[in-house]
């Protein structure tokens, strides 16, 4: 197998834990005898400083001639002028909508290992292995805003939309992959409230009452999902809901876990090369410190491995190698419990590496 990356490690701890991937990806080619190539790109702040633009040209076409992207993070106080024209943010919106991203991948799973990270009680966490599907591509993100005056008082708007064929290719998506997991649906929305809402809800209800009458689902308003999601999170298997809502909702998620260093996420379109982050942002503070979590942006290059990449080998081989080294007891600073030793970003990604190069992968599962 002979495959291009495009790496995007954009700002703050972006590129430091998109070396760690790379470190653990070329591990895992060495021992299958595969070819990856890796190709840099700029996005976010420093393509702001270096081209102008968030998301210039040459990233657009480096990222269509790919087989898949790892993306770090964007973002950061240098560039957080709420009255600028341009933001990194606006990188990472265009290149979901130029490659036609509508689907955004989040799974959240529980290691029994680091269940006394999580804020929650330990009995809450047994069995919690859920997936939000989250539109990507329409919805409040991109709808038109904008500010005026009326009688003198400034006004600010943006304008939710979302249309029929949008709310169904995400719900059928949704469907789809509840189908092959636990056979539960939970579609999320505001349609007490919002008109987008109940466009959502009836849509959503006909395709899965048409389409997938073997799918148990059921609908939940967007503040009574929060809630479940931290009183009964193992009862969640798939949630497929707005780009809004699924971007709190994930968040939220990502405590269940322990940490937001541990998730990973994937962002997929009918066609062409997927996009895989880890949920985090770039955490500035942090950034050039060696303690962040690699975890995430590594479990992202195995989701790359198993949808665009088409190797599961790899895939299993990543997850294995980071289950033994959280078994083993290595953490870094968010995961650590108190008096636990402490190791940092290198480290973690190089010991991650030397799992992955001779795990056993089927008795790791085990």
């Given amino acids: 197998m002979n495959k291009k990356i495009a790496l995007l490690p954009g700002d703050g701890i972006g590129p430091e834990v998109v070396a760690e991937a790379r470190r653990v990806l070329d591990a895992v080619a060495d021992r299958f005898g595969c070819e990856i190539h890796f190709v840099e790109g700029l996005i976010g702040g420093i393509a702001m400083d270096r081209t102008g633009s968030p998301f210039p040209p040459e990233t657009i076409e480096l990222c269509l001639r790919s087989d898949a992207i790892l993306l770090g993070a964007v973002g950061g106080p240098r560039w957080d002028d709420p009255s600028a024209k341009l933001r990194p943010e606006q990188g990472l919106l ?107 809800r009836t849509t959503a209800d006909r395709i899965l009452k048409d389409e997938f009458p073997d799918i148990d689902a059921e609908h939940l308003l967007v503040d009574a999902a929060s809630m479940h999601l931290i009183q009964r999170p193992a009862d969640f298997d798939v949630v497929v809901t707005g780009n809004l809502f699924g971007d709190i909702l994930t968040d939220e998620a990502s405590v269940l876990a322990g940490s937001m260093g541990l998730l990973p996420s994937a962002s997929v379109g009918e066609s062409g090369p997927g996009l895989y982050e880890p949920i985090h942002g770039s955490a500035p503070d942090i950034a050039g410190c060696s303690i962040a979590n690699p975890i995430g942006m590594i479990l992202s290059a195995a989701m790359m491995c198993a949808e665009s990449l088409r190797w599961p080998e790899a895939a299993s081989c990543i997850e294995s190698a980071v289950d033994h080294v959280i078994r083993s007891g290595a953490r870094t600073l968010d995961i650590r419990r108190k008096g636990e030793p402490v190791v940092g970003t290198t480290e973690m990604g190089g010991r991650i590496a030397d799992a992955a190069k001779s795990i056993d992968v089927a008795t790791s599962a085990a």
């Fill in 94 to 200: 265009r290149l979901r909508k130029e490659l036609g991203l509508f689907a955004n991948l989040r799974p959240v799973r529980v290691h029994p290992a680091l269940a006394a990270s999580s804020p929650l009680r330990a009995e809450l966490l047994e069995g919690v292995d859920l997936l939000v599907v989250r539109e990507l591509t329409s919805g409040i993100y991109f709808g038109e805003r904008g500010r005026r005056n009326d009688s003198n008082d400034e006004q600010a708007y943006d304008t939710m939309i979302y249309s029929v064929s949008e709310i169904e290719n995400i719900v059928r998506l949704a469907a789809r992959l509840a189908r092959s997991r636990r056979g539960k649906l939970t579609s999320v929305d505001k349609a007490n409230v919002l008109e987008v809402s109940r466009l959502w």
